[in-house]
């Protein structure tokens, strides 16, 4: 018996859900159906967000946004002598800066939200506690 709200979604399966309604709505309006009229692009760094979290125990074919993230995380606090001593902490003020204070756009709020979970798990403390708890609450309602 599934316990869940929705059932079982497991990783893999929310991954897959969000990633087809970003491309719907993100598609041309004239070649948009009735439900995928109602996406804006304000949504889409939210729900790639969520994607992030759950793609960490989706299978292989979700496994770019941490690796992206990661790779980011390290080539920012790696480069000593380029930038001087830039901690995790940073980059993660930074990606948010970038992605919530730029004009909201699918493809750059698609690559640049996916990768917020990696990047505030890296940087620890008050980045990763909304995660954290936002995570777990929305694990228990998917059966993820």
Known sequence: ??????GSFGSGGLCLAIAVWIILGSRK??????????????????????????????GQAFSAPGTVGDALTHAFTSQSQAFGNVGAGAVA??????????????WKDSILASTV????????????????????????????
């Open 93 to 106: 003020a930074v990606l948010t800066l970038v992605l919530f204070g730029t004009k909201p756009g699918p």
């Open 29 to 58: 309006a004239d070649k948009q159906g009735k439900l995928a009229k109602k996406h804006k692009d304000e949504h889409t760094a939210w729900l790639m967000i969520v994607f992030g979290i759950f793609a960490a125990g989706a």
């Open 117 to 144: 979970p990696s990047v505030y798990a890296a940087a620890g403390g008050i980045w990763a506690l909304p995660l954290t708890v936002i995570g777990s609450v929305l694990k228990g309602l998917v059966g993820a």
């Open 1 to 6: 018996m599934d316990t869940q709200l929705l």
